[in-house]
C-alpha cells in the first residue's frame, strides 16, 4: 500500500511522518496542490490525500481511475469543491475529515466576534500611533446580543455552546434541525425570521447551490440595523459586494469573513510585494469594521493533526475493507 499527498504544509509533515511510522506504509508528500500534470505521475500509489477550498483539476477521477487508485482521502470537511457524480461514475471512494475540530472553528466565531464587539483591531492601530483615547469605541456585552447560528452540525453545535457560556440568548436555523435542540426550542422557522431577530449571525453550514449569495442586499435589508456577521463556512455564502455596501451604510455593523468567494488564489499565499487586482478584495481590506483572515479558523494544532490522521485512516480503511467510517460517496 502506497499514498501521495498534495498541498502539504510544513505543519502537516510530522504528523505525516509518524502516521508512516506508525503504520509501516509509505506516504510521498508534495508541496503543491493537485493539478492535471500531478495526475499525470499517480502510477503505483493506492490512495491520493488533497487538500484545497479552490477547483480540483478537470476530469480527475477519470485519472484516477486510469492509474488504479482506489481511493481520494480530502484532509478536509467541505465537499462542495469536488464532482462526486464524477467520482461515483470512476468509481473511487472519496473520504473527508468530518470533525477533526469543531471547537477550532467555533471558537474562531466568537474571537473575531470578540475583536468587533470590544473594537480591539481599532484600539490596537490607535496605541501604535499613540492615541489613547476610549470615545467613541465603546463595546458590547455577548449577553446583551441575540447570536443566530446558522446550522446545527458539528461546528454550529459546538458555537451554540460557547456563545451560551458568554451567556448570549442563543437561535438557530438549520433546513434538518437537530432533535436534542429542537426540544431545547432554539430553533427559528426559516432565515427571514433569524434575520429579523438575531444582532450576530454567525455561519456554519456548507455550501451548497441553493445557498448561493444567502447574505446580498435583499437579506441584509431584512437584519435588524448594526448586525454583525461572522462567516468560517465559505465565501460563496455571501455577495461580498453587497456586504461593502452594507457595512459602508452602517447596516452592518461589523464582519469577520474567514472565507472570500475568490480566495483560492489568495489564501494560503504570499502576495507580499504584488499587486492583487481583485478591487472587491481590496476595499474590504480598507474597513475598519470588517475582519479578514485566511481561511484560518480551523488552523489548530489538534485540527492539523486530525486532518492528517483521519485522512490517512481512512485510505488506509478503504485499501483494506473497501470502506471507511468517513466514506462520503
Ligand atoms: C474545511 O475543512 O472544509 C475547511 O474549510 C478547511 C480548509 C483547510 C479547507
Known amino acids: ?20 511510522k506508525e503504520n509501516g506504509i509509505q506516504v510521498d508528500t508534495v508541496h ?15 490512495g491520493v490525500l488533497g487538500l484545497q477550498t479552490g477547483t480540483y483539476p ?4 477519470n485519472k484516477l481511475k486510469e492509474n488504479n487508485i482506489k481511493v481520494f482521502s480530502i484532509r478536509n470537511v467541505g465537499v462542495d469543491n469536488l464532482d462526486l457524480e464524477e467520482a461515483k461514475q470512476n468509481e473511487i471512494k472519496v473520504t473527508n475529515v468530518p470533525a477533526y475540530s469543531p471547537n477550532a472553528i467555533a471558537e474562531f466565531s466568537v474571537t ?22 476610549w470615545a467613541p469605541f465603546v ?28 451567556g448570549a440568548k442563543v437561535i438557530a436555523y438549520d433546513v434538518y434541525p437537530n432533535p436534542a435542540l429542537d426540544r431545547e426550542g432554539i430553533y427559528v422557522s426559516s432565515y427571514d425570521e433569524l434575520f429579523a431577530q438575531a444582532d450576530v449571525i454567525t455561519m456554519h453550514m456548507p455550501a451548497t447551490p441553493a445557498d448561493h449569495h444567502l ?49 483560492s488564489t ?29 481561511h484560518v479558523a480551523f488552523y489548530t494544532e489538534i485540527a492539523v ?20 467510517e468517513t466514506l462520503i460517496n
Open 215 to 263: 447574505i446580498n442586499a435583499a437579506s441584509i435589508a431584512k437584519m435588524k440595523k448594526g448586525v454583525y456577521i461572522i462567516n468560517t463556512a465559505r465565501g460563496s455564502l455571501i455577495n461580498t459586494a453587497d456586504l461593502i455596501t452594507a457595512v459602508k451604510n452602517g447596516q452592518v455593523a461589523g464582519a469577520a469573513l474567514d472565507t472570500y468567494e475568490n480566495e
Open 58 to 61: 478537470q476530469k480527475m477521477f
Open 1 to 20: 500500500m502506497k499514498f501521495i499527498a498534495f498541498n502539504v504544509r510544513e505543519d502537516e509533515l510530522p504528523y505525516f511522518k509518524a502516521w508512516e
Open 139 to 166: 463595546g458590547k456585552e455577548l449577553r446583551s446580543l441575540t447570536v443566530g447560528v446558522i446550522g446545527t452540525g458539528r461546528i454550529g453545535r459546538a458555537a451554540i455552546n460557547i456563545y451560551r457560556g458568554f
Open 266 to 294: 489568495l489564501f494560503n499565499h504570499d502576495w507580499r510585494n504584488k499587486e492583487i487586482k481583485d478591487e472587491t478584495f481590496n476595499e474590504l481590506l480598507q474597513l475598519d469594521n470588517v475582519l479578514v483572515t485566511p
Open 112 to 133: 473575531q466576534l470578540m475583536q468587533l464587539l470590544r473594537n480591539t483591531t481599532v484600539f490596537r492601530r490607535k496605541v501604535v500611533e499613540h492615541d489613547f483615547r
Open 32 to 46: 503543491e496542490a493537485l493539478t492535471t500534470d500531478s495526475l499525470d505521475q499517480l502510477a503505483g500509489y493506492d
Open 305 to 324: 493533526q486530525n486532518m492528517v490522521y483521519i485522512a490517512l485512516n481512512s485510505a488506509k480503511a478503504v485499501c483494506e475493507t473497501g470502506t471507511a
